[in-house]
């Protein structure tokens, strides 16, 4: 809502699964971000998603990474990231998507701040599209 800018790197690795129709894939990911007000974050989130095929080329997505405070540091806990989408094959091993995005992490203010409860800080929460190449 703030429109703060925040950059955000990150790379995973999955172990993948099938079984008819669904396929399971289950990891992690390390990250870094660091937005405007230069504010940082890093850390391993853990999660996995499903992919549930409706056509041999048109399946859909759910997925949920989720790092707590002890697998995070810097400025911000508790990094949360959750994901539907709608994927497109056009190729073996390479896929068109759009679908709707909310990355988040919990923000504890300084003790000298008037709230000195926390807030939800949200990187990302809309709409996107995208390319997806697997190995």
Known sequence: DDHV???IIAAGMFANGRYNNIRTH?????FGLASDYHNQMHGLALGGAIDVYAHPNVFFTGSILYAPDILTGGDFTNFYELDGRANFQI???ASLFFGYKLMAANF???KSYKNS???TREFFNGLYAGFRFNF
């Open 26 to 30: 289950f990891g992690g990911k390390v």
């Open 5 to 7: 800018t925040t950059d």
């Open 91 to 93: 190729v073996r091993n």
């Open 117 to 119: 409860g926390g807030d």
């Open 108 to 110: 504890d203010y300084p």
